[in-house]
């Protein structure tokens, strides 16, 4: 096999909840454990710290990979989806799997694929944990796929657990009520392993507390403890922040190479699960000087990619990730303080998720420009158009993503705004 035939191989044979969605989604391990077995355990071969949570834990998952990074120690970062290159999913201290490497995994383990028949996911999770151990990662950040109990990453006993917060999100899949969805996230907790939750909400926060009585698992809310306010903007790329813990100044001048509303809340859980991991399983990243010169230097460790990045100016065109209800309301409520003439936004959405809840967020005053991403879940771009007609919401359907971005640069001045954010597949074909 040549890398394109293995890749073509992964999304045409097995299916790929980004593709196809929940028809790809397995709800138990069983794939995921028969493949680990056959690969001879590779979960078992390494540290780990296992990140879940509805908003935020792509971007915790590459904080703490940086951080461990700037330690010194050989880090895995296991992250899902994928934006451009599906090697993204599986780095090593932030160099991708090598290609010559996914086709050998595919090639000697053939048989067992056809076999176990697992979702591209189940796969990807098996080739990420046999890299690692192969590897020899000192520790490995894994990001849960969908959910947490029947997640197949959920076969690791980590270092730590950490859940980033809860809110609306794959309802088909997850439960409709936040409890309900907090009960799957809440299926990483591990029996005597320390969890961090990010946020406390009043829904799921007696979730947690149950399960980790239940578990035995040392719980804490990182935002009963720290308190993080966005003190400057470096640039687009970049926020200085001040960190209280409770109440008292603890961390200032704090350099973080993300920009973006959300990063603040997801700098309070990062900073927690510093100070637990440092000074219990993984002293190595204790002191503030690990810290601060991994989250300085965040982008070039971890190629962090799709969260609020700025990819042309004059007009200026940010790019963000932000999908449901919490996401979009808290990158709307940020944009709208910012200064231009007028606002264009290009979005699209996959076909399983209900817009009606999420459109509500958008401003009404902005060109739209809606597309269809370039899979067979996105959402028909007439039928958004239509949707969002109903939230006072006007603009043009288009038959590429790519021919919106160029219409709303064709359209724009140089001091307008253009803003691509919706599904990630939407992003993925802009950036």
Same mark, same amino acid.
């Given at each position: ?35 680990? *077995? ?136 997850? #439960? ?15 029996? #005597?392993? $320390? ?10 926060? $007696?979730?947690? *507390? ?47 190479? &993300? ?29 503030? *000087? ?117 219409? &709303? ?18 992003? &993925?074909?802009?950036?």
């Amino acid at each position: 096999m040549t890398y394109r035939d293995t890749l073509d191989y992964l999304y045409r044979q097995l299916p790929m909840f980004q593709r196809v969605g929940p028809a790809a989604y397995k709800k138990d391990l069983t794939n995921t454990l028969a493949l680990c *077995e056959h690969l001879g355990n590779p979960q078992h071969r390494f540290k780990s710290i296992h990140i879940g949570g509805t908003n935020g834990k792509g971007s915790v998952s590459h904080m703490l990979a940086a951080i461990c990074q700037a330690a010194g120690l050989k880090t895995g970062l296991y992250v899902s989806p994928h934006y451009k290159d599906f090697r993204e999913r599986i780095k090593v201290n932030g160099t991708y799997i090598p290609q010559s490497r996914v086709v050998e995994f595919v090639e000697k383990n053939l048989d067992a694929i056809e076999r176990i028949e697992p979702s591209f996911f189940e796969l990807c999770v098996a080739m990420a944990f046999d890299h690692f151990a192969r590897e020899k990662v000192d520790v490995a950040i894994v990001e849960v796929g969908l959910g947490g109990r029947l997640d197949s990453t959920n076969v690791i006993t980590p270092l730590l657990s950490v859940i980033t917060n809860i809110s609306y999100d794959h309802q088909n899949l997850l #439960g409709e009520t936040l409890p309900e969805i907090a009960g799957e996230k809440a299926g990483i907790i591990k029996p #005597g392993i $320390p969890v961090v939750i990010g946020e406390t909400h009043p829904e799921s926060a $007696p979730v947690f *507390e149950k399960k980790a009585r239940e578990t035995g698992a040392p719980i804490v809310f990182a935002d009963q403890h720290f308190q993080v306010k966005e003190s400057a903007s470096t640039d687009w790329l970049s926020s200085i922040y001040t960190v209280s813990k409770n109440g008292v100044p603890y961390l200032e001048n704090l350099k973080v190479a &993300a920009g973006g509303p959300f990063q603040s809340r997801n700098v309070a859980t990062v900073v927690q699960a510093w100070q637990i991991l440092g000074a219990t399983s993984l002293p190595e990243i204790a002191g503030q *000087e690990i810290l601060r010169t991994g989250l300085s230097e965040l982008r070039t460790l971890t190629r962090f990619m799709g969260r609020w990045q700025i990819i042309g100016e004059q007009p200026l065109i940010l790019c963000d990730s932000a999908h449901n209800e919490a996401g979009l309301r808290i990158a709307f409520e940020r944009i709208g303080t910012m200064p231009f003439r007028q606002l264009h936004i290009v979005t699209g959405f996959v076909n399983d998720k209900d817009v009606t809840k999420t459109l509500g967020y958008f401003p009404v005053q902005a060109r739209y420009y809606f597309a269809k991403a370039d899979i067979p879940r996105g959402l028909e771009a007439t039928v958004l158009q239509e949707k969002a007609a109903g939230f006072g919401l006007h603009g043009r359907a288009y038959t590429s993503v790519r021919n919106a971005l160029k219409a &709303a640069r064709r359209a724009a001045q140089p001091d307008d705004m253009i803003v691509v954010i919706g599904s990630i597949f939407v992003v &993925a074909e802009a950036i």
